[in-house]
């Protein structure tokens, strides 16, 4: 099998990936010290943006949202925001303090997606730090967690917290401001520093607003953040460094951060200066849930912790970074308003399909395990480290971690890596899947299939009529796998539901 002999033989393919996505993510225990005193963050301005040339905002959802009882409204965020700096020694521990080092006018924006019935709001709101690797405004995890969110009655803030997204970096597309100057001319970005502030600011208009109430009413019982990729590197270091001087969320999802931190300073150059790996602080008074992909234990790995009652990781096998669900739900969205300047990944033609695996079911099993705890409720169940060295020899896939049916009743490989020859510099991040085909050629045109390679498989990839003789057989055992990840708390019920659902109508078996 292709893929095995591409993993065995690449072995150094981990460490130069993990290099690759820390460019790609951060592209932009202390002793003791004097840290900030703990206060509620400001009270910024909220108002109405205007219509613009566009008449909808950037990120508006290109799907139909009223038909599952939603609405999407934008707001703009104003006010003062404070800038921090280390106070004391950082270490890898996440225990870390910071004092105030600056101040600076800022205006930001708010996209918020809510039940347009008060009585199907949830009470809990996430709040989700933009991601701007591609040098414009992305929401990885709404598209991750989006069937949880909208089944659910959650609300759903987007906050354009980085200067990237407002004032536009190397991308086609410069930032808010150059995409509609009439809708978003008046608004500021100082600069990351600032960011973290920005991001305390938002959550506290939620709470209590000033001016337009972005949330129409709605009474919040549960604020959470989140963030994936380099969102994630942010979340890790706002949860570590500065949710004790704001005081502001109540729980934590930091999806994929590669155990790496952003600089406080929003320096790219100070990220060298992180204690990188970095690992989540553990006398936080709210819970913090980190989500590993197959991409992105490899860095991670060096900073695994204990679960503990504030922290709780999870290793998902068979995921990938990025994957074909939440580039599937975004690609439409992204280019309502991007058009052909949306990023892409930029693979190579004919290099493999996107890794399909189940990632989005976890997001969601994650989300909802979080907005419980948060609430007081039981803590996450722990799961087994994942190795994606220690692979099964005939199917590709990697040893440990959460282990959904797309695992444990296979049908093809799923890995969090891919072989980007010839391919961009995002391509890496949506790993691969390979489809059995009960032979040794697959989709690696990049392999020279010499038997003699000491990487060439020993056996052929597995043939899906021979793993379940009969279509009720394969159904049979995704229903007990389904079942089985529900009980332990690692899917839920009904998306146990959909995924015996979709092996029924499938093709497979005998």
Known sequence: ???????????????????????ALLGILSAPSAAASPAAAAHPTVTVPPAGSHGFPFLAAAEDLGSYGYTEREYFLSGTATSYAKSGVWTSSGRWNVRPSG??????????????????????????????????????????????LLREGYAWVGVSAQAVGING?????????????????????????????????????????????PLGGLPVRTLLADGE?????????????????????????????????????????????????SRIRTDLPVPTFVVLTETDVP????????????????????????????????????????????????????????????????MNAALRHLAAWARGGARPPSAQPLSTVLRDPATGLASGGVRLPDVTVPTRTLTGSRDTTGSGVFCGLYGARDPWNGDTDAWDEHDDGDPSDPSFPATAEPVLSELYPTHADYVDKVRAAAQTSASAGFLLPEDATAIITDAQKSAIGG
């Open 1 to 23: 099998m292709r893929i095995l002999a591409r993993l065995r033989r690449r072995s150094v393919t981990v460490t130069a990936l993990w290099a690759l996505l820390l460019g």
């Open 103 to 148: 101040t600076a006018a800022y205006k930001s924006r708010l996209l918020v997606r809510r039940p347009a019935d008060p009585a199907k709001f949830n009470g809990t709101v996430v709040v989700e730090w933009l991601n701007v690797s591609g040098q414009l405004d992305l929401s990885p995890d709404y598209w991750f967690e989006r069937d949880e």
């Open 169 to 213: 970096g190397l991308g086609e597309i410069k930032g808010l401001k150059g995409w509609d100057p009439a809708r978003y001319g008046s608004l500021v970005h100082p600069g990351d520093a600032f960011a973290y502030d920005i991001f305390s600011q938002a959550g506290q208009a939620l709470r209590t607003p000033d001016g337009a109430d």
């Open 229 to 277: 990729s380099q969102s994630a590197g942010f979340m890790t270091t706002y949860a570590n460094a500065v949710q004790p001087v704001s005081e502001v969320y109540d729980g934590f999802m930091v999806h994929s951060n590669s155990a790496v931190a952003a600089p406080i300073s929003g320096v790219l150059a100070d990220t060298l200066l992180m204690p990188n790996p």
């Open 299 to 362: 860095g991670a790995a060096l900073a695994r912790q204990p679960d503990t009652d504030s922290v709780v990781h999870w290793e998902l096998a068979g995921t990938a970074h990025g994957d074909q669900w939440a580039y599937d739900l975004g690609e439409a969205t992204v280019r309502k308003s991007a058009g052909s300047a949306a990023p892409s990944p930029d693979c190579a033609a004919g290099s493999a399909p996107f890794n399909d695996g189940p990632g989005h079911w976890a």
